[in-house]
């Protein structure tokens, strides 16, 4: 196909650089400049797509980010897919593949546009609240229809093979669009060496000064625009940002911008770029220039293919050198619009008629339509429009000045393009991010932004100003003042240039065009077209009560699209305010939300995913885990050994062996990962006694001691052991999880509720590596390994820790068990951490030293009934409740936290659950953990549970199978039995008893 | 009422819809009620309806600040479950997944729920033990339950990524078949339509400023609009804003309001069909009858009243469902949103009595009232009609507090929904 509607010459495009591109599997011929839309137009392809509803065909409306349909797939292979491309926004590049979102068998012939056309008058909106009930059972199945019609394209099935990027900016002053307001500010805030960001989401910055008919100092707007743009560029502090789209405006003046890198370029992004970025700025100070979009009117069958807006029509052939037909068609309320059928002429096709809805329209553009001798049909609108798949005429009438009723008679006029438009709406989109609302005004015919928290001016067309002069004022203005405000005294100010422009006359309110039968009746008026509301859709859904906006929008799915209404809502609130009898201000406007047009996940997601989704924390010794076969458990951050197979074991074979040799030998874990937290000052030892239950005024130096830490509700949440180096200064360990929890619990309870205590807290959990050797040659195995450390009996006691070296390094030696046996923490700074290990394993070779990870470990201490916090308790369980009342301390002077909360009715109450240990009838069977307990395995469900099992396991040197769980008033009931009813209906019989599987006297750990 | 049906619609279209009756009436207040509800969201509304059908009591209005169902009813991501932990929980989701199940019939409203499953995934040791015991409990409790492994996760949703190569690898998961979906502005708009049938008095733009007490019982409230309408009984149902509902009574309530967000991504074809949530990971997904991947993500941190959150809380959650969904990395996502949720210390809902007399709380349903609906207003019609708490509603007195029993579901409640 050659590209018929390609003018000769002019517009923006290189005529140099061909391209070639494929279409519904088509391929056709395009220009570098072109975007996919203007393409498509330029080789006479009208239809773009089927509707969502009614299966219409649908062409290409407007020129920009408010284009409702040409929403295409796009993507040459199955990983580079995109759905929902805005062709109007998407730069055309070689081999380009795109094809239509809807429509079956193909967009030209759609069956579904048969049922559309049949059931169409019985789809009013929210049809599906009021049927597809009946029989009940049948939902699923209506539903499942219903989801087929779901969608526009289609998500990629294969992973994204581009990468995201993300930056943090911090500017002086952000401008939002590169329009004639934008530039002009950006130019007027960089001369003060304030830094500036300047970001326009489309390839070109220049906004309308691209196809501008306006001259500025005597030369075509777009050579200023150009000569202001090599100015910024030359100036260090502005950066500027084309196809950057900033999509969010959030509180704090912290915006987006999503920057579209190589879109333009390739279907996915060459090596080593990445695709997209997105810019996480704060600014100092706001510019929005963001122009306006231009309303389309809303008139019957107004979405037939060949329907434009009529700055769409100037667009495409002034920048793109296309004519979208042959015979044009004009309907407008106000002056701008003219401008479409003069480009036209020029471009030597045929404008109909321009039919204008004011009565008396005069002033420049009409004199200069006179001159150009276009037929002007004043007091008339374009009530409906004929053809189906292309435009072939239109119906035109005298309306009344209230523009409610066509007074006929009625005229045909054939053409192949109907222009239209309704006025400009300022994009006031960003400006309510932040929740200000926008404010209507008359003379504009539109809302402009209104009072913003933030810190925030607006400029140009946004605020409803539709001379260019006044724009180019008014972007200088902001953009001096942003720049004072940002704290920049000398901002020179710019004069103004001298702008050649038309007087521009009073325009119409008038939004929805009367048709000779009521709007019921009419054929369908469209309003918002991506979701097929019309205005016949308005006003069923007010006649049904819903006259809230927000319930218009909903009922009726307006402005539930890609386009988030761009186009379609201020007529929306204008034929909903009308068929409640009262004004668009009093209806208002639905929220303005992020995103301005949609983003990419992978964008906002940044390079934080797969590998890098969460840092992955390794401990010092992490390599020799490796090359030990270790299977690892994720731990919070940790990748924590799980246990160490060695051939041809099963996993319970490995623990039976890794337990064996911690009760029989010597057996060593990696401790590094557990919570360090270094706590100073001449409070540390009384802020200690108030986070945690127990006591902590006696501890002395040199000494340990385990804590229980509480929420003020009085459940435990974390627990561990902490050393007293100096009396100002302690060694909290926490748990693995918790650490980073921990450490903000102290900081929050400092600085909120205690701030005059003196006490500094730091992490040092990555300073430290730390080893558990533990079994009954510990002592032997360590010994051979320090020189100054005395390990007897007698000179290094239980919960005791010693200074001095192991293996040459200094390290801090603790001796505390978790296991129950003999056990010496060894900390050694984590640089040695590697080695030091290595030397224990020299060493420990002839005592069959045998690494054990976590599973291990969790046996070891459920044989002792030593609990794991967030394993044996959640957020409901007291120390009371664990039968570690040891734990608490009621002495202290000062009170801890959680006091109050356990001391509250029900945590004293006598039944509560109790933290036990369960004996299973079968040795060798183990309880799966989370099972719940009952007493009465035939009660019929809802049944009574009394507890669950919080941890489980078969204990090699108990020769069965052991278990702590909750169980109501558990400590009353030593020796009951207990049943687990299982999923596949079996029924696991326990018997109660102490948790304290072995060693109840605690003798092992002080051979 | 006219009812709504298949052929009323065919009846309808032949003349062109132009005489649909309204849902509901637009009434002026009258001077007294015998019950006012405070909150015109899917909580109030359903309370309303289930005063006048189930216990007679049609003299009541419903007074919303705003537009029916505007609050968190018309913010949510609309998951509906009631796999939670302990048993006064439990009970009660699974009241109103009962209530669910009929509820389109009983409104003559298609509240479209969707009953296509939720899987909450686990990613850790703990995560499997937390679902085990979960679902152990679930199903003595007679609710449905399943607990899947990794195979299984992947089957129910095989363009999920459960390869071991991910940060967190699925490990397994609780799986509610009777769980899903709803639209939420058709609970809201069914329940006010089906209230509105029965006498009830819908008021909107109506907003109260003031509880009026006298000897230390409530005996009206005063609204911005229309001045003081009086009650004998008062019921507060405002979510994110009880706390100052509360104030103007004269007491607290242990909540904290914070703002919870959500996004939708552009609307794709059908690709997955059942409920993904991962607390671990922290964000959840579904897809829209319309096509759109409904996602969100846990509370952002601090307090507010805005309506809207931080934009690092929407990173997170998109970078959560990336590491699900890679293959949703070139989607994207078209808008976002945010609601004030109303957070109990231990995640459960306030639905009691109060220190003033005749003035009754239905809140604290934080992230996760939304599947609630039908039984909270249930619950509530049954303990405003009797002016003592229902069976159900008795643990979730607001003075749990004080005496320590509290049902700690962060488990369950988790993320969110
Ligand atoms: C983003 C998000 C996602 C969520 N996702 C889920 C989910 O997936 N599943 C789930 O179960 N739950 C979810 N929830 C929670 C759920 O939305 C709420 O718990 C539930 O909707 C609360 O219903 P409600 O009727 O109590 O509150 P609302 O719907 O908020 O209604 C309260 C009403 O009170 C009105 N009001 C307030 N103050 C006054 C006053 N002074 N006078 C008069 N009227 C007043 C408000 O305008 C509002 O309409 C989510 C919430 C959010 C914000």
């Known amino acids: 196909m050659t590209q018929n509607n390609r003018l000769s010459s002019g517009g923006r495009i290189d005529r140099s650089q061909p391209l070639t591109f494929t279409f519904n599997g088509k391929q056709y011929q395009g220009f570098k400049g072109d975007t996919v839309a203007s393409a498509l137009l330029a080789n006479g392809v009208d239809i773009v797509g089927r509707s969502f509803k009614y299966s219409r065909p649908r062409g290409v409306i407007a020129a920009g980010a408010e284009e409702p349909n040409a929403i295409l797939q796009m993507g040459a292979t199955e990983a580079t897919q995109v759905p929902n491309v805005r062709a109007t926004q998407q730069e ?52 499942k229809c219903i989801r087929k019609a779901a969608g526009l394209g289609r998500s990629p099935r294969e992973n994204d093979p581009d990468i995201y990027d993300h930056i943090n900016q911090h500017v002086d002053v952000m401008i939002v669009g590169g329009g004639a307001a934008g530039l002009a500010a950006a130019l007027s805030a960089s001369r003060s060496g304030a830094r500036v960001i300047l970001a326009d989401e489309q390839a070109e910055l220049g906004g309308s000064l691209l196809h501008a008919s306006e001259s500025i100092d005597g030369r075509p707007a777009s050579e200023w625009a150009a000569e202001v743009i090599a100015q910024l560029e030359a100036c260090d502090n502005v950066q500027l940002l084309p196809r950057s789209t900033v999509n969010g405006y959030h509180d704090h003046n912290f915006l987006t911008i999503h920057q579209r890198c190589t879109d333009h370029l390739l279907d996915c992004a060459p090596i080593g770029q990445a695709r997209q970025r997105m810019h996480r700025v704060r600014a100092k100070w706001v510019v929005l220039a963001t122009g306006a979009h231009e309303r389309p009117l809303v008139f019957a069958n107004n979405d037939v293919p060949g329907c434009m807006l009529a700055s769409a029509v100037t667009t495409y052939i002034k920048r793109y050198s296309v004519v979208p037909g042959e015979r044009l068609v004009l309907m407008t309320t106000n002056d701008s619009a003219y401008q479409a059928a003069f480009d036209w002429a020029e471009s030597g096709r045929f404008v109909v008629a321009i039919v204008d809805t ?62 239209s438009s309704g006025g400009w709406s300022p994009a006031v989109h960003l400006s309510c991010h932040t929740g200000s609302r926008p404010v209507w005004r008359d003379d504009v015919i539109g809302f402009v932004p209104g009072n913003s928290q933030q810190k925030q001016l607006t400029a140009g067309a946004i605020n409803g100003t539709a001379a260019l002069s006044t724009c180019l004022q008014e972007g200088f203005q902001a953009g001096r003042e942003a720049a004072i405000n940002a704290g920049f005294d000398t901002v020179p100010s710019i004069s103004l240039p001298k702008v050649d422009e038309r007087h521009i006359g009073a325009a119409m309110a008038l939004f929805h065009i009367p048709h000779s039968k009521p709007t019921s009746r009419a054929p369908k008026q469209f309003v918002d077209f991506q979701t097929d509301v019309t205005a016949a859709g308005i006003e069923i859904a007010t006649r049904e009560g819903y ?129 360090k937290i270094d706590i100073q000052g001449k409070d540390a030892r009384e802020f200690l006694g108030r986070i945690y239950t127990n006591a902590w005024a006696k501890l002395a130096i040199g000494k340990c001691r385990y804590g229980l830490m509480c929420g003020e509700d009085g459940m435990v949440f974390d627990d561990g052991v902490t050393a007293c180096l100096a009396d100002d200064h302690f060694v909290m360990t926490t748990t693995t999880g918790g650490a980073a929890r921990v450490l903000e619990w102290l900081e929050l309870y400092h600085q909120t509720e205690w701030p005059e205590m003196e006490v500094y807290f730091n ?87 045998t690494p054990y990870g976590t599973e291990t470990m969790h046996i ?115 020796g009951q039995t207990v049943y687990y009813p299982q999923p596949d209906g079996s029924v696991i019989e326990a018997e109660i008893c102490s948790p304290i599987f072995l060693d109840p006297k605690g003798e092992r750990q002080n051979v | 009422m006219n009812k709504y049906s298949g052929f009323g619609l065919l009846k309808h279209g032949l003349s062109y819809h132009e005489n649909w009756q309204r849902a509901w009436r637009n009434p002026k207040p009258k001077a007294k009620y015998d019950v006012v509800i405070v909150g015109g969201g899917g909580h109030g509304l359903a309370t309303a309806y289930y005063l006048a059908k189930v216990h007679g009591v049609t003299n009541i209005a419903v007074v919303e600040k705003g537009y029916l169902g505007g609050g968190n009813t018309a913010r949510n991501t609309t998951i509906v479950r009631s796999n939670y932990l302990w048993d006064e929980s439990a009970h009660l989701y699974e009241h109103a997944m009962k209530l669910w199940e009929g509820l389109s019939q009983d409104l003559n409203y298609n509240v479209m729920f969707s009953q296509r499953g939720v899987l909450n995934l686990g990613h850790t040791l703990q995560d499997m033990r937390d679902i085990q015991r979960r679902v152990n409990a679930n ?44 639209r939420h502005d058709a609970v ?150 945010g609601g004030i949720v109303d957070t109990c210390p231990d995640a459960c809902p306030i639905i009691s009595d109060t220190p003033v007399e005749n003035l009754f709380f239905n809140c604290g349903w934080g992230t996760g009232g939304f599947k609630a609906t039908p039984g909270s207003g249930h619950v509530f019609a049954a303990t405003l009609a009797k002016g003592e708490a229902h069976e159900l509603a008795k643990p979730f007195s607001m003075f749990r507090f004080n005496d320590g029993s509290l049902i700690d579901e962060h488990g369950a409640a988790g993320v969110a929904h």
């Not at chain 1, 590049?93 to 048969?114: K, Y």
């Not at chain 1, 072939?392 to 393009?417: E, R, Y």
């Not at chain 1, 010693?802 to 003999?822: D, K, M, N, Q, Y």
């Open chain 1, 92 to 143: 055309l590049f070689d081999g380009l593949v795109c094809q239509v979102t809807n429509g079956w068998p193909s967009a030209e012939f759609d069956v579904m546009g048969l049922v559309g056309k049949a059931g169409g008058s019985f789809m009013p909106p929210g049809f599906y609240y009021k049927t597809f009930m009946y029989p009940q059972s049948m939902w699923d199945t209506y539903e």
């Open chain 1, 763 to 849: 992490t040092v959990t990555d300073q430290w590596s730390t080893m558990t050797i533990s079994g009954p040659n510990s002592r032997k195995l360590l010994s051979e390994l320090t020189g100054d450390i005395d390990l007897s009996r007698d000179a290094f006691k239980f919960m005791d820790w010693h200074e001095g070296t192991v293996a040459g390094v200094p390290a801090r030696v603790f001796r505390i068990s978790f296991t129950g046996e003999l056990s010496f923490e060894v900390n050694v700074p984590a640089n040695y951490g590697l080695y030091v290990w290595e030397k224990v394993f020299e060493h420990g070779a002839k005592y069959n030293l």
């Open chain 1, 547 to 675: 006259e809230s906006i927000e319930h218009v929008k909903r009922y009726t799915a307006m402005g539930f699209g890609t386009d988030q209404g761009k186009l379609g809502n201020i007529n929306g609130m204008a034929i909903a305010a009308k068929s409640m009898n009262k004004t668009i201000p009093e209806t208002g406007t639905t929220i303005f939300r992020p995103n301005y047009t949609p983003v990419t996940f992978g964008a906002v997601a940044g390079r934080h995913c797969g590998e890098l989704f969460d840092p992955k924390r390794y401990s010092a010794m992490h390599s020799w885990h490796l090359k030990n076969g270790a299977l690892f458990e994720d731990v919070g951050l940790w990748k924590r050994p799980w246990y160490f197979p060695q051939a041809g074991e099963s996993m319970q074979e490995s623990l039976n062996r890794e337990c064996k040799a911690a009760r029989e030998g010597v057996a060593i874990l990696d401790a590094s990962t557990l919570g």
């Open chain 2, 188 to 337: 809201a708009w069914g329940y006010a339509r089906a209230a509105d049938a029965l006498g009830v008095d819908l008021i909107q733009q109506c907003e109260v400023d003031d509880i009026i007490t006298e000897d230390g019982a409530a005996v009206a409230v005063h609204t911005k609009q229309h001045g003081l309408i009086k009650a004998d009984r008062i019921g507060c149902v405002v979510a994110g804003n009880s706390s100052v509902l509360a104030k103007m009574a004269g007491f607290s309530l242990p909540l904290e309001s914070h703002p919870l967000q959500a996004l939708v991504s552009e609307p794709i074809k059908p690709i997955l069909d059942t409920v993904v949530m991962s607390n671990h990971v922290h964000g959840y997904v579904s897809q829209s009858d319309k096509g759109d991947l409904v996602i969100g993500a846990g509370i952002d941190g601090y307090n507010g009243y805005g309506q809207r959150g931080s934009y690092s809380t929407i990173e997170h959650t998109v970078q959560a469902i990336i590491e699900l969904f890679p293959i949703f990395s070139r989607v994207r996502m078209n808008r976002q949103w």
């Open chain 1, 860 to 974: 070891l201490r459920a044989e002792k009934g030593f609990i794991i916090a967030g394993q044996d308790t959640d957020g409901s369980v007291t120390p009371i409740d664990l039968g570690m009342d040891w734990c608490v301390s009621n002495q202290k002077p000062y009170s801890y936290i959680g006091k109050r909360g356990m001391n509250r009715e029900d945590c004293l109450r006598k039944n509560r659950k109790q933290l036990v240990g369960l004996k299973t009838k079968r040795s060798d069977v183990v309880i799966p953990e989370g099972s719940q307990a009952v007493a009465d395995p035939n009660e019929p469900v809802p049944m009574t549970m009394l507890g669950h099992i919080t941890s489980s396991y078969y204990s090699a040197c108990l020769g069965r199978s052991i278990a702590m769980g909750m169980i109501r008033d558990g400590f009353e009931r030593m």
């Open chain 2, 139 to 182: 199903r003595l409790n007679g609710i449905d339950g399943e607990v899947l492994d990794t195979q299984q996760v992947q089957e129910i949703v095989p363009i999920m990524d459960c390869s071991a190569n991910t940060r967190y690898p699925v490990l397994g998961a609780s799986w509610q078949p009777r769980a899903g979906v709803a």
């Open chain 1, 358 to 419: 004011r009565a008396h329209p005069g002033g420049d553009v009409i004199d200069e339509a006179n001159r150009r001798g276009l037929k002007v049909i004043a007091g008339s609108a374009v009530i409906e429009v004929k053809g189906s798949k292309r435009v072939t005429g239109v119906s035109v009438s005298a309306i009344n000045q209230l523009g409610d009723k066509a007074l006929g008679p009625v005229k045909h006029l054939t053409c192949d393009t109907v222009a």
